[in-house]
């Protein structure tokens, strides 16, 4: 095995071993680097010309040099710097070595760095929501609670709740993992659509097939909204100018029930995807929440302080959003009737008309009275687009249910339709009877309500139904399952129902 000089990593001509390293080096060279640093070159420690042991090795005859030539100067120059650059060279090993150290430890301390930003980051956020959580509600009733004892919907008085609570961790992970689930089922599904939803041609054939006048009362008239029960189409839901709630079933052409509980109008009502529970705004500032089994209003839910203008359920059916002319958006958790966040855009200061979910759940879309559709991040809370164009109070908000574009509809008796990846319009139609949307589920139809219902194919955008049966404005407009048929509602107080 041949030995090999730790400075030049050559085959030594007088090789020395140095006892403070161990390491082998070529005599010529590290006692010239002995002269210049006075150390071992390997691991700094003091280290002298008298401490080199040389090691006795057989070296091979080597010619001598030509001393009859006149290039002996030139020889011993050019070695000279041969030595030089090998000691040149092993200092920057060391110094690529010490740099590279260097750079390792900054690496880590700027991750160290990052994680602390990241955790002094959640906890203000934590604070911002506990800051929030704690601001006086003013003019907002103190929560009543009921004994524990007493089932929901029981025959006591209804609990009222209106503080705040905060989106815990726990809760904006559900939203996320319904977002995930909902979004991947939207990707299987395609742009398919199903395959037992009503043609076109076959829709524009629809005619009125019945019309229920006696719902509501007659001395204070007027159907002022509409939904149906997404697991049995049959239940039609109802909210009058009456001041009541009624649930009707189509089939038996009969009133399962009336909710009476509201000291004002009725005007957003939503039923419940899977359970026997309804849900109800008016301008009297509450929001309640029926059980349609016992007839009765099972909480009443304070979150705001003026009109509430809007209802939407959240995919997950525990979740309620409400708007109002107070200006502020709530975000209510319907199992416990607790208020969990309450928004307002301070920088604008308008009242809020309606407010709808995306299908996905975690951004939602709100009107507003200066003609401004409102697009917020639930999660963070914060307004993140914003689509202007309406010249009057926006009405309705209706999202398609491939969650890419946004049907709205406003007092200036305009249509508008807009795609949320571009932010931008890109179609109106302008209608002389009104401006409220409505979308089936599957997002192929468009109903536009006004003085009469006109029915839009998407895309196409060509006009497949209009009906005039309403004597008064259209308040309400649903499309039963795969549009098999079509139910509306209006200020002539009636309910029809229109199919083939």
Known sequence: MSLVCAISNE????????????????????????????VDPMNGQPLSEEQLIDIKVSHPIRPKAPSSTSIPAILKSLQDEWDAVMLHSFTL?????????????????H???????????????????????????????????????????????????????????EIIQKLQDKATVLTTERKKRGKTVPEDLVRAEDLSKYRQVASHAGLHSASVPGILCMDLCPSDTNKVLTGGADKNVVVFDKSEEQIVATLKGHTKKVTSVIYHPSQSVVFSASPDCTIRVWSVTAGNCVQVVRAHEGSVTGLSLHATGDFLLSSSEDQYWAFSDIQTGRVLTKVTDEAAGVALTCAQFHPDGLIFGTGTADSQIKIWDLKERTNVANFPGHSGPVTSIAFSENGYYLATGAQDSSVKLWDLRKLKNFKTINSESGGKTWLNKS??????????????????????????????????????????????????RSLKFYSL
Request: charged share 20%; net charge negative.
């Open 11 to 38: 085959v030594p001509e007088h090789p020395c071993v140095s006892p403070v390293s161990n390491q082998v080096f070529e005599r010529r060279l590290i006692e010239k680097f002995i002269a210049e640093n006075g």
């Open 93 to 109: 090993r060391q110094q690529l070595q010490t740099t590279r150290q260097e750079l390792s430890h900054a690496l880590y301390q």
């Open 111 to 169: 991750d160290a760095a990052c994680r602390v930003i990241a955790r002094l980051t959640k906890e203000v956020t934590a604070a911002r929501e506990a800051l929030a959580t704690l601001k006086p509600q003013a003019g907002l009733v103190a929560p009543q609670s009921v004994p524990t004892s007493q089932p929901a919907g029981g025959g006591g008085e209804p609990m009222e709740v209106s503080e705040q609570v905060g989106m815990s961790q």
């Open 443 to 492: 997002g192929t139809y468009l109903a536009v309500g006004g003085s009469d219902i006109r029915v839009y194919i998407c895309k196409q955008w060509s006009e497949v139904l209009n009906f005039s049966d309403h004597s008064g404005l259209v308040t309400g407009v649903a499309f039963g399952e795969n549009a098999q048929f079509l139910s509306s509602a209006g200020m002539d």
